[in-house]
């Protein structure tokens, strides 16, 4: 008994059919067109394989396509078997919890995280005792330590302190050979002492961003609510011309969006840049209208097209897209769901760092965790492939399923879809289709 895989979608103009798993497609006549729309419609009739042409039945066999009951189910087992984390591989320590600015859709002020209202420092034993806890959790040739915030800046005794303690435990064949330091800063308390370290480290420095002065100052100001532009377009320059590593962090608004082509393009030509990051807001904070996520991949489409005249991509942008291609499937993109722990000032430990209040990513003190950490394997099973509508969906190979702080903002539970990131992949899909 054979029946339309439920993986199967028509896409595009044309009788374009393309299996969601393992991304291969066939144009098929309008007479089997016809048929597998009438049984997309109702997937658990079985095919009449007299309704199709023999020249194109084996092909369609041959590709899974056309399966029998159980080939489906098996796939999707597969598929989850594989793409099951199991190697920590980054480290976030919120270094302090102060910030000298009070951005306008920062998720610290959502309800579900206590930041601002806890306002200290991480003093260089909890950095200490989070890098050995790390050291211990992570076997990959590449980890990752991140030094977050709050502003980090306004702590850099600790972020040079725990690159030293990092750098001796790399030496000591504890850390991976391939150790990488980042730093996510507002760009407002660069100094000549941090350039420094960042050369010396090759730290990667991502410096938030949002657009032209009039945007920027409307989003990212100060306590008493001054405008940042000036310094923070100042510190990417400086940064750029000395050779270090910096990666401009811009987050989309409903403020910066009708003019962020152009200012990549600014970016490229009075900056410098060599890349850049472009994120969406998480579902529920910023205030964006229900076509937000649509507008969104509109934006990073077109600012792709023009920076990359300039030989400058998001790269991160630049690889969904390929993920579009296949062959193989995408993993999470969340790397809360296994691949990172997030260490607090008072060394509290979570898998996410932006839903601290709601406990749901609480996972213990630094003395008590462990790599089978309950908080850490339930996290783990945050997967497209259980969630009915996931499977639906004819871009579930090459979604990467988002935030789960996302899904927890909007349904109150890790385990559902990321509303703007499922909006957005699906706008930017059809993009895709309709440029190939």
């Keep these: ?232 377009i100042q510190s990417i320059k400086k940064m750029v011309n000395s050779g270090v590593n910096v990666v401009p962090m811009i987050t989309i608004t409903e403020s910066n969006m009708d003019d962020l082509p152009e200012f990549i393009e600014w970016l490229c030509v009075y900056a410098k840049i060599k890349t850049y990051c472009m994120n969406l807001l998480m579902s529920t904070t910023g205030g964006c209208k229900s076509d937000y996520p649509n507008r969104a991949a509109k934006t990073m489409w077109m600012a792709n097209d023009i920076s990359s005249k300039y030989g400058v991509h998001d790269d991160g942008f630049v690889s969904q897209v390929k993920g579009f291609f296949g062959p193989k499937v995408c993993g999470s993109g969340c790397g809360a769901t296994g691949r990172k722990i997030t260490v607090f000032p008072e060394g509290e430990v979570h898998v996410c760092q932006a839903l601290e209040k709601a406990k749901v990513a609480f996972m213990g003190d630094l003395s008590t965790i462990k790599k089978d950490n309950k908080t850490m394997q339930i996290w783990k099973e945050r997967s497209r492939f259980k969630n009915e509508n996931c499977l639906k969906c004819p871009i579930l190979g090459a979604c990467d399923n988002g935030c789960a702080a996302g899904s927890f903002h909007s349904h109150g539970s890790i385990m559902t879809n990321d509303p703007n990131h499922c909006k957005w992949i699906k706008s930017l899909f059809k993009m895709w289709i309709s440029n190939i």
């Design 1 to 232: 008994m054979y029946k339309l895989s439920k993986f199967v979608h028509f896409i595009g103009k044309k009788n374009t059919i393309r299996h969601s798993l393992n991304f291969e497609s066939v144009v098929v006549d309008q007479k089997t067109a016809d048929y597998f729309k009438m049984l997309i419609k109702n997937r658990s009739l079985c095919i009449d394989i007299q309704m199709i042409d023999k020249s194109i039945l084996t092909k369609l066999m041959q590709q899974k396509m056309i399966v029998d009951e159980k080939e489906d189910y098996h796939l999707v087992t597969s598929i989850v078997e594989e793409s099951k984390i199991s190697e920590i591989k980054s480290l976030f320590l919120i270094v302090t919890r102060k910030c000298n600015l009070r951005c306008t859709y920062c998720f610290y002020s959502s309800n579900n995280s206590l930041s601002l209202s806890k306002v200290m420092s991480m003093n260089e034993d909890v950095a200490i005792k989070a890098i050995n806890v790390f050291s211990k959790l992570t076997k990959t040739i590449n980890p990752t330590i991140t030094f977050y915030g709050g502003e980090p800046l306004l702590n850099l005794p600790v972020i040079s302190s725990s690159i030293r303690y990092a750098r001796k435990l790399q030496k000591e064949g504890k850390l991976g050979e391939r150790l990488k330091f980042i730093v996510n800063t507002n760009g407002t308390l660069v100094n000549e002492k941090f350039i420094e370290l960042a050369l010396k480290e090759n730290i990667e420095v991502q410096i938030s961003i949002d657009g032209f002065k009039e945007v920027h100052d409307y989003c990212r100001v100060t306590k008493d609510g001054q405008g940042s532009f000036d310094k923070v």
